[in-house]
């Protein structure tokens, strides 16, 4: 029976004899089961082999019953007194970087110890780690070798891992009991698998950039106000001539009007809801990955061409700092369900908007969704430009379909990007 993951590491004196009681593994309860048949079959038959056989297995059985059993009472006090601790936790995904663990006891008296040990039991120390679309990363290792060491393993796919308890686990090596004591952790996330920055970025031209008013605005001037010139991410969205953009197609701000601010401000949302429809679990969570990656890269672009830029994402808040940073906050977003109720974070009416997206099947009846629910509640003159991004020609049909709902409303540029299609005409 495993520990209660609430209890506190001094209560491990307390455990009770029924916390001490091996558990039997599949195959355990199999081999009980044909030890109990060979008795029975050797007792009705007189058979003596199938007695023998009974009393072989029988004899194996209690040998890993009552090892497990007598090194769980053993170490019962010390299993509660080791912990395993994440060095490295932010780490970026699909490279050959590693994750860094050290080993040690809380009560650290300078001396190394070493689990008393019987033929035929492992002890380990297991780590159970989960995002919260259901990436899983499981480690084990012996508590002896790695002892005030470390040791490192790969972080294969992006995400926030959590994880509520390790576990000191005693077990026989056939795998007919086992037993594991929990060692509860804080909740936090112990490691951030962060996006990788693609190779080849997507190529998008925002038409919003926010604005970020002068302390003494300056105006150009010109004799004639009815003058007219393009539209610079950074203007404000209000100056803009709407008569003109809706015979022209082309944004264009009046000359006279407030140059440009010095520093124009962008928030990327990535919006990880999926159809069920379109995407599997595992295809939703690639299709996360990839809006991911590629708002790390937006971000990092437009950082450098001195733009000041928030990252965002369903269900959390608005982060801002160095491209580090950003792409530490990125590894927190997970593939939610299209009914998910969590909200894409309010952006301010200073700040342009550039919404990531993936495709899905229905967009017109898709207004209980986190995309439409942000869409409406955002100012009235805000620009936002959308982009539906996907990989995969059979995505085509319903990206185009979102996009045309999109484009009827005001103030909203959707766009849709298949990225092989991108990269490999």
Same mark, same amino acid.
């Given at each position: 029976?495993?520990?209660?993951?609430?209890?506190?590491?001094?209560?491990?004196?307390?455990?009770?004899?029924?916390?001490?009681? +091996?558990?039997?593994?599949?195959?355990?309860?199999?081999?009980?089961?044909?030890?109990?048949?060979?008795?029975?079959?050797?007792?009705?038959?007189?058979?003596?082999?199938?007695?023998?056989?009974?009393?072989?297995?029988?004899?194996?059985?209690?040998?890993?019953?009552?090892?497990?059993?007598?090194?769980?009472?053993?170490?019962?006090?010390? &299993?509660?007194?080791?912990?395993?601790?994440?060095?490295?936790?932010?780490?970026?995904?699909? /490279?050959?970087?590693?994750?860094?663990?050290?080993?040690?006891?809380?009560?650290?008296?300078?001396?190394?110890?070493r689990f008393l040990r019987l033929p035929g039991i492992l002890i380990r120390?297991?780590?159970?780690?989960?995002?919260?679309?259901?990436?899983?990363?499981?480690?084990?290792?012996?508590?002896?070798?790695?002892?005030?060491?470390?040791?490192?393993?790969?972080?294969?796919?992006?995400? %926030?891992? /959590?994880?509520?308890?390790?576990?000191?686990?005693?077990?026989?090596?056939?795998?007919?009991?086992?037993?594991?004591?929990?060692?509860?952790?804080?909740?936090?996330?112990?490691?951030?698998?962060?996006?990788?920055?693609?190779?080849?970025?997507? @190529?998008?031209?925002?038409?919003?950039?926010?604005?970020?008013?002068?302390?003494?605005?300056?105006?150009?001037?010109?004799?004639?106000?009815? $003058?007219?010139?393009?539209?610079?991410?950074? !203007?404000d969205p209000r100056r803009i001539n709407w008569k003109l953009y809706g015979?022209?197609g082309d944004l264009f701000v009046r000359e006279g009007e407030p140059e440009?601010?010095?520093?124009?401000?962008?928030?990327?949302?990535? !919006?990880?809801?999926?159809?069920?429809?379109?995407?599997?679990?595992?295809?939703?969570?690639?299709?996360?990955?990839?809006?991911?990656?590629?708002?790390?890269?937006?971000?990092?672009? /437009?950082?450098?061409?001195?733009? $000041?830029?928030?990252?965002?994402?369903?269900?959390?808040?608005?982060?801002?700092?160095?491209?580090?940073?950003?792409? &530490?906050?990125?590894? /927190? @977003?997970?593939?939610? +369900?299209?009914?998910?109720?969590?909200?894409? +974070?309010?952006?301010?009416?200073?700040?342009?908007?550039?919404?990531?997206?993936? @495709?899905?099947?229905?967009?017109?009846? %898709?207004?209980?969704?986190?995309?439409?629910?942000?869409?409406?509640?955002?100012?009235?003159?805000?620009? %936002?430009?959308?982009?539906?991004?996907?990989?995969? !020609?059979?995505?085509?049909? &319903?990206?185009?379909?979102? &996009?045309?709902?999109?484009?009827?409303?005001?103030?909203?540029?959707?766009?849709?990007?298949?990225?092989? %299609?991108?990269?490999? +005409?």
């Amino acid at each position: 029976m495993e520990l209660n993951r609430s209890d506190p590491p001094d209560t491990a004196a307390g455990i009770s004899l029924n916390d001490l009681i +091996p558990i039997p593994r599949t195959l355990g309860a199999f081999v009980l089961i044909i030890t109990v048949l060979a008795f029975t079959a050797g007792g009705i038959r007189n058979e003596l082999v199938l007695i023998l056989m009974g009393a072989v297995f029988l004899a194996v059985l209690g040998y890993c019953f009552g090892t497990v059993f007598l090194l769980s009472c053993i170490h019962r006090k010390r &299993a509660r007194s080791i912990s395993a601790r994440i060095l490295t936790k932010q780490v970026s995904a699909g /490279y050959n970087e590693e994750c860094t663990v050290t080993f040690d006891e809380l009560q650290n008296t300078g001396k190394k110890k070493r689990f008393l040990r019987l033929p035929g039991i492992l002890i380990r120390y297991e780590m159970h780690l989960s995002t919260r679309d259901g990436r899983r990363l499981y480690h084990l290792f012996d508590p002896d070798y790695f002892q005030n060491s470390t040791l490192g393993f790969a972080v294969p796919e992006r995400g %926030a891992y /959590y994880t509520g308890y390790d576990e000191f686990a005693i077990f026989d090596i056939p795998g007919f009991f086992r037993l594991a004591f929990r060692i509860p952790q804080d909740g936090s996330p112990r490691i951030l698998a962060t996006p990788k920055v693609p190779e080849k970025t997507v @190529p998008v031209t925002i038409r919003s950039g926010g604005t970020v008013q002068r302390s003494e605005p300056r105006f150009l001037r010109t004799d004639n106000l009815t $003058d007219h010139r393009p539209y610079i991410p950074g !203007d404000d969205p209000r100056r803009i001539n709407w008569k003109l953009y809706g015979h022209l197609g082309d944004l264009f701000v009046r000359e006279g009007e407030p140059e440009p601010p010095p520093h124009s401000r962008l928030l990327i949302l990535v !919006d990880t809801q999926t159809d069920p429809s379109l995407y599997s679990g595992e295809a939703g969570r690639r299709g996360v990955d990839l809006l991911c990656e590629n708002a790390l890269a937006l971000a990092i672009e /437009y950082m450098e061409r001195g733009m $000041d830029i928030g990252i965002g994402y369903t269900g959390g808040g608005i982060r801002r700092g160095t491209p580090v940073e950003l792409a &530490a906050a990125l590894a /927190y @977003p997970a593939a939610l +369900p299209l009914s998910a109720q969590e909200e894409l +974070p309010c952006s301010p009416e200073d700040q342009g908007i550039l919404l990531l997206a993936l @495709p899905r099947s229905v967009a017109e009846t %898709a207004e209980t969704a986190a995309l439409d629910r942000f869409l409406m509640k955002r100012g009235p003159h805000q620009i %936002a430009d959308l982009i539906f991004l996907y990989e995969g !020609d059979r995505f085509d049909t &319903a990206a185009e379909a979102c &996009a045309g709902v999109y484009r009827q409303k005001n103030g909203i540029y959707p766009r849709c990007i298949n990225m092989p %299609a991108l990269f490999n +005409p």
